[in-house]
């Protein structure tokens, strides 16, 4: 069974600093991987998706990795700002048998970010 | 593109009722829909798979009985929370995945938010 892990679970910065959050997951044999964003009593905004034959993904300020041997994904924030205060959702699609498993989208518990003025 | 609704967005009532939300994809056609649960500070559960005109898939420990799923076309999938009770109360998301995308890519609703007096 796939597992997502994300690491920290809260994070809190200054403005302007540049960030890091971490997902790992069990079962390299994923699909692709995806990063959203969620605001409170919100739904969820897709960031970036990785297919798993890319190694990373670029949008604006964010950049995404993806090590799928090792299972684990970054997602980097440059020079942060208060607007990305929110939850980041890292999720995979697959792990296993991708006909029986659907396109089942396995999320961590998220990283919760503020960003300080 | 890739724009999925949901009604209502926000619903209150009586415990014993049943409440119907609504997922439609708006501009493309979405063989699969997946709903899914949040609780409060916690990620998203995934409940339900449904394939258009067929029955849905279920998740270990959702009762099907309860949570009926209905994706009729290929733009609109609903959800009913029969009888509903106040631990029933939470944030449901619906998402679609679409027709001939070879990604795997799932594009979610806004959600709707279920309080259960």
């Known amino acids: 069974k796939q597992e997502v892990t994300q690491i920290p679970a809260a994070l809190s910065v200054p403005e302007g600093e540049n960030l890091v959050l971490n997902c790992s997951f069990t079962?390299?044999?994923?699909?692709?991987l995806q990063w959203f964003r969620q605001d409170p009593g919100k739904g969820l905004t897709s960031l970036l998706l990785?297919?798993?034959?890319?190694r990373e993904q670029t949008s604006g300020r964010l950049n995404a990795s993806l090590d799928k041997s090792s299972g684990r994904s970054t997602l980097y924030i440059a020079a942060s700002q208060p607007g990305d205060s929110a939850t980041y959702l890292c999720?995979?699609?697959?792990?296993?048998?991708?006909?029986?498993?659907?396109?089942?989208?396995?999320f961590g518990e998220g990283t919760q970010l503020t960003v300080n003025p | 593109g890739a724009v999925v609704s949901q009604h209502p967005s926000r619903v209150i009532c009586k415990s014993g009722t049943s409440v119907k939300i609504e997922c439609r994809s708006l501009?493309?056609?979405?063989?699969?829909m997946f709903w899914y649960r949040q609780f409060p500070k916690q990620s998203l559960m995934l409940m339900a798979t449904?394939?258009?005109?067929?029955?849905?898939?279920?998740e270990q420990g959702v009762e099907k009985d309860k949570f009926l799923i209905n994706h009729a076309s290929l733009t609109l999938s609903t959800l009913t929370v029969t009888s509903a009770h106040p631990e029933d109360s939470s944030f449901y998301i619906c998402?679609?995945?679409?027709?001939?995308?070879?990604?795997?890519?799932?594009?979610f609703g806004p959600g709707t938010r279920l309080t259960v007096t």
């Open positions: 990785i297919q798993s034959s890319q």
């Open positions: 079962d390299s044999a994923i699909y692709n």
């Open positions: 501009d493309f056609q979405a063989t699969t």
């Open positions: 449904s394939n258009e005109g067929s029955k849905a898939t279920y």
């Open positions: 999720a995979v699609i697959g792990g296993g048998d991708l006909e029986t498993s659907g396109s089942r989208l396995t």
């Open positions: 998402s679609a995945r679409a027709l001939g995308f070879g990604s795997y890519e799932q594009y």
